[in-house]
RNA sequence: UCCUCAAUAGCUCAGCCGGUUAGAGCAACUGACUGUUAAUCAGUAGGUCCCUGGUUCGAGUCCAGGUUGGGGAGCCA
């Protein structure tokens, strides 16, 4: 029996396997938080109920200890899952003693070396749940719209953009680099299939250390034969409805638990704006106004928040400081304020990053050169003005890889399409359409300096039946970080690699 | 690689202008409490103040270098 089948079962005597998550306690009565990954289930045993045994044996449960208990299953529309259990009987199935992550604020260096307990968390639960629904989400759509599931590799010969750092390895005595992108096989095998798509890990090698970047993440690539980058657009946008959709219908109870407003999500239904490389710089550089908003403007009454937040801290932080060392306060009262002076001085310390941030973001997009590409705040600065995902394309062709075709009326710009989502989180989608004549490409690579022989059979794509092509990539680490508004995309996947973490 | 911030008890953090024996809360442990949702009460125990060197009568506190971590730039999904 699992926790998410319970009410199935209401008055009826069932089985539950699972672990002690929480657990408090009066005198003859105990209260147990059972989890068995479906959900969560109050279980409820006294003496009366489950004999002196078996309230001595869940007296004696600790933190995480798996158990198997029985009972009755009672509505109680209070409780998480609208159900608990009147227990009759509680077996230990495994000890778990001293579990280091307590009931509290911890710091994140703790709680990612515990990560294979962390996982265990209730927020982790929910954020892992919408991550799945996610990926079902993605494969449901593409299949159902006639795309083909294939994978490209992932040990490449050579540096295929030759931008990023790859990671090296050795194969049977050759060099070989962990795939950054199949993009290119991706390619050929829409030439073969129509449309595909690939899912599976990407390996980038750059010493990042920010909070949008992993050194292996997950990317859904399709690959579109007779598509331009409108219809491209389109499909994005459709992929991005549904993922949504599902996650609005599916997660409720995960959204709710993680603490996400969902208002930006539903927003995120309607059309994307889609606005052009040199409309975007107007609007980065606070030259042209959103909705009645200016990104200049907006950063700087941003950082009036955060400086006005910084003072009701320290004020509230001292009065609280203040009330405790008065004495004659019940000790309860202590905890209580004990724990919301931890979590002020967390906030305080992100703001003061923010403090030190915004100005700089704000210099860089006043300065904002046309014809460069955009940085990490200029996505933030552009992406606050909007309630959804936009889509910004035709891109200064130097800035952009080499296989991008350009825009035949105005050959400045090569047809590439980057997605920015909304409440700052940035870039989730890079895509476009496909350089298509064999020569262009040619001098292309000649441009970028690339080894020609490594992309002899990537040029037959254009000598044998060369048509107009697109697809696009999607971080899924990305994706969820932004769906749950996470701080971080380490919290998105559940064994993150990055920069200087290997373990566990 | 560069910029920036930090490191004190198992955890989250105080520790003022350099001054005697380094503090609090949580967790743990002992005991009390029959309906709790990190908010009951009393008590016990818990320290290589990241490392190395320097300044000083005296360093958790100041200085230099290093290590580890947070955030950002570059690069990107």
């Known amino acids: 029996m699992y926790i998410q089948d319970l009410h199935t079962t209401e008055g009826q005597k069932v089985n539950l396997n699972g672990w002690v998550a929480n657990k408090r306690e009066g005198k003859g009565i105990v209260f147990i938080i059972l989890r068995d990954g479906t959900g969560y289930c109050q279980c409820i045993v006294t003496a009366e109920s489950a004999g ?26 209070k409780q998480i899952g609208g159900f608990e259990l009147h227990a009759n009987a509680v077996q230990v199935v495994g000890k778990s003693e001293n579990y280091p992550i307590a009931k509290k604020e911890h710091g994140i260096e703790f709680l990612m070396d515990q990560r294979h307990l962390w996982l265990r968390s209730t927020r982790q639960w929910a954020i892992m749940k919408i991550r799945n629904t996610i990926i079902y989400s993605i494969h449901k759509y593409f299949q159902d719209n006639g795309f083909i599931l294939m994978d490209s590799p992932i040990f490449t010969g050579n540096a295929v953009e030759g931008t990023s750092t790859l990671f090296e390895t050795d194969f049977y005595g050759e060099p070989a680099y962990l795939s950054q992108s199949g993009q290119l096989y991706g390619e050929a095998m829409a030439m073969a299939m129509g449309r595909i798509y690939t899912f599976g890990p990407t390996f980038r090698a750059e010493k990042s250390k920010t909070r949008r970047h992993l050194s292996e993440f997950w990317m859904i690539e399709p690959e579109m034969a007779f ?7 389109d499909v994005i946008e459709g992929m991005m ?22 208002t930006t999500l539903k927003s995120s239904l309607n059309k994307y704006p889609r606005i052009t490389y040199d409309e975007a710089v107007r609007i980065i550089k606070g030259e042209q106004d959103v909705n009645g908003q200016n990104s200049i403007k907006s950063l700087e009454d941003e950082l009036a928040r955060v400086l006005a937040r910084l003072i009701e801290i320290d004020a509230d932080v001292a009065d609280r400081t203040a009330k405790i060392a008065a004495g004659n306060m019940k000790k309860g009262e202590i905890n209580f304020n004990q724990s919301k ?164």
Not at 466 to 482: D, K
Request: with cysteine.
């Open 241 to 262: 409805h549904a993922i949504i959709t599902d996650v609005l219908d599916k997660c409720q109870k995960e959204l709710e638990i993680i603490g996400r407003d969902t």
């Open 52 to 77: 002196e045994d078996g309230l001595a044996t869940a007296q004696s449960l600790s933190l995480e200890s798996s158990i198997t208990i029985s009972g009755l299953v009672v509505k109680d529309e």
């Open 227 to 233: 598509c331009d980058i409108f219809q491209n657009m």
């Open 341 to 504: 002076i931890d979590a002020m001085k967390q906030e305080r310390a992100d703001l003061e990053e923010d403090e030190r941030n915004i100005p700089q973001w704000i210099a860089s997009a006043r300065n904002f050169e046309y014809g460069n590409d955009f940085g990490g705040s200029d996505e933030t600065v552009i992406t606050r003005l909007f309630d959804s995902p936009i889509m910004v394309y035709d891109w200064p062709h130097e800035v952009k890889a080499f296989y991008l075709n350009r825009n035949p009326e105005d050959t400045r710009f090569a047809r590439g399409v980057d997605v920015l989502a909304p409440e700052g989180y940035g870039e989730i989608v890079g895509g476009g359409e496909r350089e298509t004549d064999e020569a262009a490409l040619v001098s292309k690579i000649n441009e970028h300096k690339l080894p020609m022989e490594a992309f002899e059979w990537y040029l037959d794509l254009r000598r044998y039946g060369s048509v107009p092509h697109s697809g696009f990539g999607l971080g899924l680490e990305r994706m969820v970080t932004w769906v749950c508004k996470l701080k971080h995309v380490r919290e998105s996947i559940p064994f993150p690699r990055m920069y200087g973490r290997l373990k566990p």
